[in-house]
């Protein structure tokens, strides 16, 4: 079990270095212990590319929904 997992890491920081540009190395010494990002870091990172703002639910009255407002 803990060669599966040593491999599972290694695996997933080769594909995280692949995509952020960093050495497989730095990956796993970033990640151990486990790290968690803000959104600012991870796009620091290049975990993602950019932060989504969701606009607020629009408010709209039933009768307005139906041209009657």
């Known amino acids: 079990m803990a060669e599966m997992f040593a491999n599972c890491s290694r695996d997933l920081a080769t594909i995280l270095a692949e995509n952020t540009g960093r050495p497989p190395a730095e990956i796993e010494r970033d990640w151990d212990p486990p790290k968690w990002f803000t959104a600012d870091e991870a796009v620091g990172y290049r975990l993602i590319d950019r932060i989504e703002h969701k606009a607020p639910p ?8 139906q041209g009657l407002g």
């Not at 629009?58 to 929904?65: I, K, M, R």
């Open 58 to 65: 629009a408010t709209v009255s039933c009768l307005d929904a």
